[in-house]
């Protein structure tokens, strides 16, 4: 063997012990533990904050008073009455209440019936004064069921009529002698197709919300309304003619056409006659539980409240407490509602639109 081949032959070995060599070193590197990476701590989180329990003591105890709305915001309704500090006799009603019932009763404010309906709908409190739109919503969430109804100026619930100039030439379908319409709805709505009316306001009972739906359920078409914002408003736009052809106010419970303020208007009542008018199908303010009140303490607290609205002095507390006048009381039910129910349907009313009506 020639000295070139030894030394190649000797390179060849050194290089397969050097391969070799690696080898084993890249393969014990693979056996070596892993290297432990620091476990993430994690944020820390707010401490969760205990869900309210009921109390154990019973609803009425001094531990778990009954709890009466009052809203300070003014009662929109189609006749309100009565003035001074709401907040203060919606306390002394409570207390006197307490009184009569044996019940521990607080009074809770709120601004808005917006406000109040979210707490009846939250159980955050027992018993309410609701106007009859509100009232439907209330019940429409499961959070109210009516239990009384007051008497506003001698009725439990009103009505609505349609009224126009005697020179529009529109039949007049309504006996004031007997007080019946002497035809059907679907005659008397028939010779309004096509006129333009004035209502008070679209969430407005009696002034657009019972009129509109009985007309809308006939399938009689009529001009968009104008607006007018008040009752008498209306009378005097139809008194004076070109603004609208018909318009719609208040009934039952009185006639927006011997209000003084427009007794300057001469021969009103010969001037504007009544085409149509609705039975008093709208009650008037009510009082509602939520619908767990235990009916033992509903009909404690309906009878002490029936027989406070016997006297003037109940009366006159039970008005300044909602600032609406109240001449008396009585036990009332769902389906007194039917009616308004229908009309809000028939014009696909939102109900959440006419909070406070």
Same mark, same amino acid.
């Given at each position: ?21 690696? $080898?084993?070193?890249? =393969?014990? %590197?693979?056996?070596? /533990? *892993?290297?432990?990476?620091? @476990?993430? #701590? ?123 100039? $005697?020179?529009?030439? =529109?039949? %007049?379908?309504?006996? /004031? *002698?007997?007080?019946?319409? @002497?035809? #059907? ?173």
């Amino acid at each position: 063997m020639n000295k070139t081949n030894h030394r190649t032959d000797r390179w060849k070995l050194f290089s397969h012990s050097l391969v070799f060599t690696l $080898v084993i070193f890249t =393969l014990s %590197a693979c056996q070596l /533990p *892993a290297q432990q990476l620091p @476990t993430p #701590t994690p944020p820390p989180t707010e401490a969760l904050q205990p869900s309210p329990t009921p109390s154990n003591q019973p609803l009425g105890s001094a531990d778990n008073p009954l709890l009466l709305a009052v809203v300070t915001e003014p009662v929109d309704l189609e006749n309100e009455s009565g003035s001074g500090d709401l907040s203060a006799a919606s306390a002394e009603l409570a207390q006197t209440l307490a009184n009569q019932s044996g019940y521990s009763i607080e009074s809770i404010e709120f601004s808005n019936y917006a406000d109040l309906i979210r707490a009846l709908d939250r159980r955050e409190v027992h018993i309410a004064w609701l106007p009859p739109l509100t009232y439907l919503r209330a019940a429409q969430l499961g959070a109210a069921r009516v239990a009384l109804l007051t008497n506003n100026f001698g009725v439990y619930s009103y009505g609505a009529q349609i009224i126009a100039n $005697v020179n529009t030439n =529109l039949k %007049a379908f309504y006996d /004031p *002698a007997a007080g019946v319409n @002497t035809d #059907t709805d679907e005659a008397i709505f028939d010779q309004l197709r096509g006129l333009r009316p004035c209502w008070v306001s679209l969430d407005s009972p009696s002034g657009y919300i019972l009129p509109a739906g009985a007309i809308a359920k006939t399938g009689v078409q009529l001009q968009p309304g104008a607006v007018l914002q008040s009752h008498t408003a209306v009378i005097r736009a139809l008194y004076v003619k070109d603004i609208c052809d018909f318009g719609a106010t208040f009934a039952v419970s009185g006639d927006p056409r011997t209000a003084s303020n427009v007794q300057d208007l001469p021969y009103l009542m010969d001037q504007i006659q009544v085409i149509w008018r609705s039975g008093p199908v709208i009650p008037n303010l009510n009082l509602s539980y939520i619908p767990e009140m235990p009916q033992e303490i509903a009909q404690n607290l309906n009878s002490a409240l029936i027989t406070l609205a016997k006297t003037p002095e109940g009366q006159d507390l039970l008005t300044r407490a909602n600032q609406y006048d109240i001449q008396g009381l009585r036990e009332a039910k769902d389906s007194d509602y039917n009616a308004l129910k229908e009309a809000v349907k028939e014009l696909g009313i939102d109900l959440k639109t006419t909070l406070g009506r």
